[in-house]
């Protein structure tokens, strides 16, 4: 097994040359890459490498923080989100351009309007347990969620019933149309006697890979499911064991054949040789949201309270979508990369994975553009002085951007550092104030700030207007366009991918121009395996199922 430890700050500068290796690319319904750090959109073959090493059996050992529920619907932890993908297949899988394709549902149908759908499953697939999967065994996932909420509460918030319609068949009635209902049905099945109470924690029991075998201390075992129902998939792994550790620190200090790092954790750690390093586009995209109110106030705090600056009727410059976008082309993204999560990620202009449908690579992403912001700006009515180098509007005003962030996460903090650096070189004014959590919360409710930070999860389908919808749930920027509510509308109940991708190309070239909210990068996620572990490529991981090949994949003895 490998051994990794910690190492001082002082160190870390050093070894980051050498941990700085592979790429990008994208998860389960997702994009992938290679060392290159290109986009490579082709899905992965399910057929076995011709790798001589990939030999049947053997054991691998992987290694987990600590959790808060084994169970994949509810948990917080992305470790055993992933791993437990091993236990429960999805109902539908995604491929490397976010397209459904069939997994336990085998194919499905909807009405004209797209708010009744039938979904038909396989009838050839058993739980571990021997008991066979049906409509039945859907519905009660369905209700579930519905129910409980938590991890895929999203895939189903549109279903308002869920009924079985004959043995295999299940059938959704939506409130709303939507187009995309067959790609949310990428949900994890669980039986339902997992579904009850805690037997999701002592007695998990899916129709997946590996079966539960025992949990033993702080020690999982799973053992390979020799009735797995999609054959071109079965694994050569015999064991699967999971250790727990207490700590994040234990986990990422342990011996382990495989374990995975989240955002840019990895820059402090030192592999031995026995260790291979993969870096993949993870599911995390910073951006920073702009407030495209023309001005706000802030509330005058008690008098006795000295700490707060007191601002009242602030002209937004960013009112104006000229301003809004010199600054998008202002800021050169790949560096509020290397400041914010050391070079770990891809540029984006706005929160998509490229290379899928959606998003068709057309934007250039690269560099700012100063010739190009500096002309917008003066069409908006500013100059720069020669004698300061800032920028002022003809009333004499300074273009002054008051920004936050919150002081306790690091990655944003500096995402925001990093775009203050940008800005204030160019000669805008960025008055950044780093917040407590509850601070930041608190002025982000009353609209009072012009940018911020956000984390943005993406998710397996194209879920974009949850950002730039007039009453979307992440619309920071309190961006309105009916041209784009309209269009949002529409393509809910449009089926054809041409005409779907001519639809969002539309509102991505609104968005551009537009810029509520500016994209910046995308983080990556890293995967550490032990040289034992056979039968891996760099194309293997993606960003939302890294374990996509596990199936591929063999050890060898010790």
Not at 283 to 311: G, M, Q
Not at 377 to 384: D, H, K, N, P, V
Not at 392 to 411: N, R
Request: overall charge negative.
């Amino acid at each position: 097994m490998c051994k990794i430890k910690r190492i001082s700050a002082v160190l870390i500068a050093v070894v980051m040359v050498a941990l700085l290796l592979c790429t990008a690319g994208c998860k389960k319904s997702s994009v992938q890459g290679d060392a290159s750090g290109k986009d490579d959109t082709g899905a992965e073959s399910t057929e076995k490498p011709e790798d001589v090493t990939v030999k049947a059996g053997g054991v691998i050992n992987l290694s987990v923080g600590p959790y808060d529920s084994f169970n994949p619907l509810k948990t917080s932890n992305e470790d055993i989100r992933v791993y437990t993908g091993l236990i429960y297949e999805d109902l539908v899988n995604i491929n490397a351009v976010m397209e459904p394709v069939p997994n336990i549902i085998e194919s499905w149908v909807s009405s004209e309007d797209f708010k009744i759908w039938e979904f038909t499953l396989r009838d050839d697939v058993l739980f571990h347990d021997g008991t066979e999967v049906n409509a039945e065994s859907v519905k009660a996932l369905i209700d579930y969620i519905l129910s409980n909420g938590g991890n895929y509460s999203e895939n189903v918030d549109n279903v308002s019933g869920c009924f079985v319609k004959d043995d295999f068949t299940v059938q959704f009635v939506l409130e709303e149309p939507d187009s995309m209902m067959p790609s949310k049905m990428s949900i994890p099945l669980l039986s339902k006697e997992t579904l009850k109470g805690d037997n999701g924690e002592n007695k998990p029991v899916g129709t997946g890979m590996y079966k539960f075998s025992s949990k033993k201390d702080n020690v999982i075992t799973l053992e390979k499911n020799d009735e797995f129902f999609d054959e071109a998939r079965a694994p050569y792994i015999d064991t699967v064991k999971m250790t727990i550790y207490k700590s994040e620190y234990e986990k990422y200090g342990s011996d382990f054949d495989l374990a995975f790092f989240y955002g840019n954790r990895l820059s402090s750690y030192i592999f031995d040789e026995s260790t291979k390093t993969y870096d993949f586009c993870g599911k995390t995209c910073n951006y920073v949201a702009v407030n495209c109110k023309p001005s706000y106030t802030l509330e005058t705090p008690d008098e006795d309270d000295k700490n707060n600056i007191i601002y009242t009727d602030i002209h937004n410059a960013f009112e104006d979508s000229k301003v809004r976008k010199a600054v998008s082309i202002l800021i050169d993204r790949n560096e509020v990369c290397d400041i914010a999560a050391a070079g770990k990620g891809t540029a984006v202009l706005y929160p998509a994975y490229s290379g899928t449908s959606y998003w068709q690579g057309k934007y250039s992403v690269g560099a700012s553009d100063q010739q190009a912001a500096y002309k917008l700006l003066q069409e908006a009515g500013y100059s720069r002085s020669e004698n300061d180098g800032l920028w002022y509007y003809k009333d004499g005003t300074a273009l002054v951007v008051e920004a936050i962030s919150p002081d306790d996460d690091f990655e944003l903090r500096s995402v925001m550092r990093g775009v203050k650096i940008n800005l204030e070189r160019l000669g805008i004014t960025v008055n950044l104030q780093e917040l407590s959590t509850e601070e930041f919360s608190y002025k982000v409710q009353k609209k009072q700030y012009m940018l911020m930070p956000v984390q943005l999860e993406l998710g397996s389908w194209i879920d974009v207007e949850k950002i730039y919808a007039t009453e979307g749930e992440y619309n920071y920027s309190f961006y309105s366009n009916s041209v784009i509510d309209g269009y949002f509308t529409q393509l809910k109940s449009l089926g054809e991918k041409a005409v779907l991708s001519a639809g969002y190309n539309s509102i991505e070239d609104i968005l551009i121009e537009d810029c509520p909210v500016i994209g910046l990068y995308i983080g990556y996620d890293t995967v550490v395996i032990r040289d034992n572990v056979s039968g891996v490529k760099r194309e293997s991981f993606y960003g939302w199922d890294p374990l996509a090949a596990f199936y591929s994949w063999g050890v060898t003895a010790e």
